[in-house]
């Protein structure tokens, strides 16, 4: 009868564990960013077809993350669909691969591109 209590006990102890780890988890992805710091995020502008715009980090990657972008500059980084930007931003809104943000500066960042020189084997013949 112990054995039995103490399961029961044992179990009802990790379910609340679970429940209460969950619920801190879900706040913390729907929390908002009061603070007046800025983050530097680096991405892909995307205009949709609803004329919203969009910062994608990590834009040729499987783990792209999504931003709406608000504020009043909206029509001038709209100019630069498809560029890369590196903006100053305010998190409004983050989930877990998406959120809301407003850019305060940003500048158009240049691709590095690959070396593709080709490298000559010195055999001896």
Request: aromatic content about 8%.
């Amino acid at each position: 009868m112990k054995k039995f209590f103490s399961k029961i006990t044992i179990i009802l102890i990790l379910s609340l564990s679970c429940i209460l780890f969950a619920q801190g988890i879900h706040a913390e992805e729907n929390s908002v960013n009061t603070k007046s710091d800025t983050i530097i995020l680096r991405g892909k502008i995307f205009v949709s077809s609803d004329s919203s715009v969009y910062l994608i980090t990590k834009w040729n990657t499987r783990s792209k993350k999504t931003y709406l972008i608000t504020g009043e500059n909206i029509d001038e980084i709209k100019k630069n669909n498809g560029k890369i930007i590196e903006a100053e931003c305010r998190m409004l809104e983050k989930k877990a691969w998406s959120g809301k943000i407003e850019i305060l500066n940003y500048k158009i960042s240049e691709l590095k591109k690959k070396s593709t020189k080709i490298k000559k084997n010195n055999i001896k013949k």
